[in-house]
């Protein structure tokens, strides 16, 4: 058995009220699958919340077109606040979530009918891909990039998650984590300048480099549903950038992390801590939440940015009913047969 990165499982992102801003994610982005949703004490999550045990509420959604899901977080022990300063590119930590789209100019023109903050026109990325911006009405920022594959056709606009816009002091650094732990290990693209693309984006007008890492084509249980993804790092090079949870702890506003579904949880934890980056959580045996189990872990990337590692051991279907995934003794590399992916739709919240 090796170690198995399967793709992108969400991105968390930390509201101030997590069910009315799921309403908006549905409607802007089809996010209605509830894969699962529980409200508990954030106990293991010490290293990042000054070893505060932070009450919570939180729910992971997906989309069927396929992508990562949100982890829709909120903090329900107190208020929690927004960064303490004007956060811009190359700030360190994850600054714009990337959603996929298959076609682009219909995703424009609905995000547009629907007045959902869209920023700018529709432009091309280096690589010649068209994309555009968003930013939602708690103040985060999407990119929607054309992507032709899909695991269902929907109705919605976009597909899930496809990847993040990570801000880093050292991008050479972050690849350690990023290409060699996550296997980002193809570059799309390396450029530095100021960019037409992100004119429109905070910071968008200052010298930075960016580059597009991507992956080659995954393996195991929801790789199929998860589907390709990127990451692309960003490097201020006339400033000295800042971190976006600076004076402020994880689940606060704006994206807390990103977590991708593996296998091998004990294979990844002894890469990890040979590479330098040892697990700062790990959920030991067994994690509950919401009737799903299984174990999670976190890493930090150099910059302090949190990265989740979640290997799913059990999901509910129909709760009442007994009916659940079990996915613990299966092939690690292998999928899920579409029929059983698929049988996550009726978790569909319908509005």
């Known amino acids: 058995m090796k170690k198995n990165i399967c793709g992108i499982q969400q991105i968390g992102i930390g509201l101030k009220d997590a069910r009315e801003a799921w309403k908006w994610y549905r409607k802007t982005f089809g996010m209605d699958i509830n894969v699962l949703e529980d409200t508990a004490v954030a106990k293991l999550m010490l290293h990042y919340t000054n070893g505060q045990e932070c009450e919570r509420y939180a729910a992971i959604a997906l989309n069927m077109e396929g992508g990562g899901g949100f982890e829709v977080w909120q903090h329900t022990g107190f208020t929690p606040k927004p960064p303490v300063f004007d956060v811009r590119l190359g700030d360190c930590g994850i600054f714009i979530c990337k959603m996929k789209t298959r076609n682009i100019n219909r995703a424009y023109k609905v995000h547009s009918e629907q007045n959902a903050g869209v920023i700018g026109e529709i432009t091309k990325t280096p690589d010649g891909r068209e994309h555009y911006f968003l930013r939602d009405p708690y103040n985060n ?193 292998s999928s899920l047969p579409a029929w059983m992916i698929k049988t996550m739709q009726l978790k569909r919240i319908r509005d």
């Open 141 to 333: 920022i999407f990119e929607i990039v054309e992507e032709p594959a899909y695991f269902k056709k929907e109705k919605s606009p976009t597909g899930g998650v496809y990847g993040a816009v990570i801000g880093v002091s050292d991008i050479e650094k972050a690849r350690e984590v990023y290409s060699d732990i996550l296997n980002y290990d193809e570059v799309v693209y390396d450029e530095s300048g100021v960019f037409q693309d992100w004119a429109m984006i905070p910071g968008g007008e200052q010298k930075c480099r960016r580059v597009l890492l991507k992956h080659k084509p995954r393996s195991g249980s929801f790789s199929k549903l998860l589907g390709p993804g990127q990451i692309e790092l960003v490097q201020a090079l006339d400033r000295e950038p800042g971190y976006i949870f600076k004076d402020r702890i994880w689940g606060e506003l704006g994206f807390i992390h990103i977590c991708f579904d593996v296998k091998g949880m004990s294979l990844l934890e002894e890469e990890c801590t040979q590479k330098g980056y040892p697990f700062t959580v790990n959920s030991a045996d067994s994690f509950d939440m919401g009737e799903a189990a299984g174990q999670f872990s976190y890493i930090s990337d150099p910059d302090g940015t949190p990265i989740e590692f979640v290997e799913a051991h059990k999901l509910p279907i129909i709760k009442n009913l007994g009916w659940y995934m079990n996915l613990k003794e299966r092939d690690p590399e």
